[in-house]
């Protein structure tokens, strides 16, 4: 060690910190430590104040690597060391006495050990981290007690997947690694903000292959430390197969997670060394009873709640009451994570436990049958959750219904694909009309999945109720021929079913779908008679749908003020039931309604707050909605940047949505920006100009391919174009080119669009 001396510079320093200067038998580290400086820090607030700290966690999260660093940062505070006692090794509990007084450097006694022990550390000021407890957890326990009853300077720090359960005992629960969430497109360095990917970085780079993460890897890199639930041994495992796979091609092959996950550092324990390893050694660990649920708690996607885990996992075998005892039992464990959701506790199992757990599963034999009785509890919640939406506030009905998704989507996949009782699978497709979470096409999707494979065994309340949700998502993506249809065959099989709130609804979609389609007469016909129907029921929340309809048809009928009385009304209707994102969808009604009144100020306006506040929503067709509006707006005020900026990025929202009105209204904004604006070169201009007539011939294509109607702001906007391309073209060439556009393809109208 030399120190460079010179006229300014300090010459007496503290002595350095070093592990070989004082008492332990720490090992050496070998590697970083990352993404844990705020573990480190709680770890040395508990033991100021508690003996007995114990870090748990599922495997591979790095409880060794914490307690390590953490005994290191604390040497200077144990004037008497600092000693570790590696317990992973032990296949006899008798060990662990004879390994803690040799590690306290206490050698043969014939007095009895704990005793020796406790006198030893008496008073002494040192810390004992006992390392993997899980397995011996018997034997620890009594020697800590100990220690905790009668040496209060000592402390003591140990790892294990499950408590010790001691008086006096402080758990630290060591999580995952942060991980970058799913939705978000990251660059290298913002990726490497994430203690994952920094952690899966530093060992690739150091595995040999000159790894540097690169933005266009960082996408895949944050895909591979989601899916490894940003376990640390998983990360490590997985990065040092880049030598051999791109970040791309590791991703893609972690379904083959057991047999690409091996070869870890060979001078670690051999459960250490493979992913298959490591979950085996807590699978064998367990009980058989434990076992059992722990299999079939795999049928789950990914989170569940208690009452759902019993009435499905329950058998022959295992009672409701046992399920809860067994659960608690692999909470303890670390093999099931609990996580506060709302107002309740929800389950799950990190990816890679899950994916032992279902294969596991499957070779029981039992695969089938848990499927089917998980299909039947979700249709039975989903039936639940339906009944509660008339009567519920929207954060209420969203706790309930939210955390379900993935098993709702797993339950149809089953039943609808050939798997299970059909029936059941009509049922969660029917009940699952409202669930704004899933894309309205998505939820098209199954509803079309299940009428398709609708028959004599089909109950009439389920075909009735199909019927509607067809008709519902029809008029969501504007299909509105479709939608008119449906309704009207849900119409009828409700009368028959003498169910007077099924009918009314289905009513209520009949009289939207004609007011699209232009039969303003006869659809505010329809939709009186519902309105008349949810009152007489006090159907709060769908009156408050039915006046919004009417303002609607008011609105349609040039009638400005009407509309606003009707929008008004369901406002103040929408507020009270706590329907947020239909009052949100209010607000840009009542910008359309400024701009029917030649304000297009207030209309920008309106319409840009009804946007910021709908977007936290998540929910595409509105956001698509909105941006689509305000396109229109934008451009009526010759804000043409503006326009085009919210036009393109409407029209990936509504692509993403399935809504293919929305999609030709977008096309439309953005051949209006290209026709409308006059600050390009001559030579720029006459493209724009040309591309803008036939992207207007395709959009009149499609919609009548759509069988929709331009509303009142898309009209007046396609009249103005349409007298700026005869102007600047000719009608005789203005005709030409938009009937090139009616051959367009989508793919190459966007593209066309996309390039103005």
């Not at 899980?134 to 790892?159: D, F, K, M, N, Y």
């Not at 699952?432 to 009428?451: M, P, T």
Request: hydrophobic letters at 45%; aromatic letters at 6%; glycine letters at 8%.
């Amino acid at each position: 060690m030399y120190q460079l001396v010179g006229p300014e510079l300090r010459r007496n320093f503290p002595a350095l910190s070093s592990l070989d200067e004082l008492p332990n038998n720490l090992p050496c580290r070998l590697t970083s430590f990352i993404g844990r400086d705020d573990v480190l820090s709680e770890i040395r607030t508990l033991m100021e104040s508690s003996v007995l700290v114990t870090l748990v966690g599922a495997g591979g999260v790095g409880k060794t690597r914490c307690a390590l660093q953490a005994g290191a940062d604390l040497l200077e505070a144990m004037p008497d060391g600092v000693w570790l006692v590696e317990m992973a090794a032990f296949a006899d509990p008798a060990f662990v006495q004879s390994a803690s007084a040799q590690a306290l450097g206490l050698g043969e006694s014939t007095r009895h050990v704990p005793d020796a022990i406790v006198t030893h550390l008496k008073r002494k000021r040192a810390l004992l981290v006992l390392d993997n407890c899980e397995h011996v957890i018997g034997e620890v326990r009594s020697i800590v007690a100990a220690i905790v009853r009668h040496c209060p300077e000592a402390r003591i720090l140990a790892t294990s997947r499950e408590t010790l359960n001691i008086a006096g005992e402080r758990v630290l629960r060591i999580p995952s690694l942060t991980v970058p969430a799913g939705n978000r497109a990251l660059t290298a360095h913002a990726a490497l903000e994430y203690g994952a990917v920094a952690l899966f970085a530093e060992r690739a780079g150091a595995s040999g292959s000159r790894f540097t993460l690169s933005d266009d890897d960082a996408p895949f890199v944050a895909e591979i430390c989601r899916r490894l639930d940003g376990i640390p041994l998983a990360l490590e495992l997985a990065a040092a197969k880049v030598k051999v796979l791109t970040p791309r091609g590791l991703a893609r092959r972690l379904d083959e997670r057991f047999r690409l996950l091996t070869g870890g550092d060979r001078a670690a324990l051999p459960r250490q060394q493979t992913m298959l390893a490591l979950i085996d050694w807590s699978y064998d660990h367990l009980s058989s009873v434990e076992q059992n649920l722990f299999r079939r708690l795999s049928i789950f996607e990914p989170s569940f709640s208690l009452d759902v885990a019993g009435q499905v996992c329950a058998g022959a075998t295992l009672d409701e009451l046992a399920v809860l005892d067994l659960l608690s039992s692999l909470v303890d464990k670390s093999l099931v994570q609990a996580e506060p959701v709302g107002g309740e506790i929800r389950y799950r199992l990190l990816e890679s436990t899950r994916q032992y757990a279902r294969e596991k599963l499957l070779a029981s034999g039992e695969s089938d049958a848990l499927a089917r009785a998980h299909a039947s509890a979700y249709a039975q919640l989903a039936e639940r959750v339906e009944g509660a939406w008339p009567t519920s506030a929207d954060r209420t009905w969203d706790e309930l219904a939210g955390p379900e998704v993935d098993n709702w989507r797993a339950a149809m996949a089953f039943t609808l694909k050939g798997g299970g009782d059909v029936v059941v699978g009509q049922r969660l497709a029917g009940a699952l009309r409202r669930g704004w979470w899933y894309s309205a096409g998505e939820r098209q999707r199954w509803v079309r999945r299940a009428l398709e494979q609708a028959g004599d065994a089909t109950p009439p309340g389920v075909m009735a109720k199909l019927e509607l949700a067809e008709a519902t998502l029809a008029v969501t993506l504007g299909q509105y021929t479709l939608a008119q249809s449906a309704a009207e065959r849900a119409v009828s099989r409700y009368r028959e079913l003498d169910d007077r709130p099924g009918m009314a609804e289905a009513e209520r979609y009949a009289g939207l779908a004609l007011l699209f389609l232009g039969r303003l007469a006869e659809g505010e016909v329809r939709l009186k008679a519902a309105l008349a129907c949810f009152r007489k029921l006090g159907a709060l929340k769908l009156t408050g749908g039915a006046l919004r309809d009417l303002a609607y048809a008011r609105g349609f009928a040039g009638d400005v003020a009407g509309a606003r009385t009707f929008f008004a009304d369901a406002l103040t209707i929408f507020k009270a039931t706590g329907a947020e994102r239909a009052a949100g969808s209010v607000a840009a009604d009542l910008a359309e309604v400024a701009f029917r009144d030649g304000d297009a100020e207030t209309a920008v306006r309106t319409a840009t707050e009804a946007l910021a506040a709908w977007r936290p929503h998540g929910d595409a067709r509105s956001t698509a909605l909105h941006l689509n509006n305000l396109a229109a707006y934008l451009v009526a005020l010759g804000r043409y940047d503006e326009a085009r900026a919210n036009a393109r990025e409407a029209l990936a929202v509504s692509r993403s949505a399935g809504h293919e009105v929305h999609v030709a209204f977008v096309l439309q904004h953005l051949a209006a920006v290209a026709a409308l604006r006059d600050d390009r070169p001559a030579e720029s201009a006459r493209s724009g100009l040309s591309c803008a007539a036939s992207l207007l011939g395709y959009v009149d294509a499609r919609l009548a391919a759509l069988e929709a109607l331009r509303e009142y702001t898309e009209q007046q906007e396609y009249d103005r174009v349409g007298r700026a391309l005869a102007s600047a073209l000719g009608s005789r060439e203005q005709v030409q080119l938009m009937d090139q556009g009616r051959e367009w393809s989508e793919e190459q109208a966007i593209s066309a669009a996309l390039a103005l």
